[in-house]
Nanobody, 126 residues
Framework: QVHLVESGGGLVQAGGSLRVSCATS????????MGWFRQAPGKERDFVAA????????VYADSVKGRFTISRDNAKSTLYLQMNSLKPEDTAVYYC???????????????????WGQGTQVTVSS
């Protein structure tokens, strides 16, 4: 079993930066491919970024490319999402996810992931 706990969300002004973290627990969680998704009120959950187990491969949604950076520290069992140049439309609950079925690739589709965190709220004011 893998447990994911997000932290670091909050309120930030447009143009500002924020880093959210996802602490993982479980014997083999550091070998899983992982990702970040977000869900705004009244909208579906959208892909944000994904990373392979080693951190050597990443992929981003077009809406965040060049502004967000996904990374991981397997020694600390933690996934990160550094968010810069934030916009009001980035406001959402951010979820981290892990897949026990895949390691080497990066996966933008939510159905691939079988473990999810509870989410952390990010609010960007204009």
């Amino acid at each position: 079993q893998v447990h994911l706990v997000e932290s670091g969300g909050g309120l930030v002004q447009a143009g500002g930066s924020l880093r959210v973290s996802c602490a993982t627990s479980g014997r083999t969680s550091s070998t899983y491919a992982m990702g970040w998704f977000r869900q705004a009120p009244g909208k579906e959950r959208d892909f944000v970024a994904a990373i392979n187990w080693s951190g050597s491969s990443t992929v981003y949604a077009d809406s965040v490319k060049g502004r967000f950076t996904i990374s991981r520290d397997n020694a600390k069992s933690t996934l990160y999402l550094q968010m810069n140049s934030l916009k009001p439309e980035d406001t959402a609950v951010y979820y981290c996810a892990a897949t026990s079925s895949y390691r080497s690739g990066t996966y933008p589709h939510s159905y691939v992931y079988d473990y999810w965190g509870q989410g952390t709220q990010v609010t960007v004011s204009s």
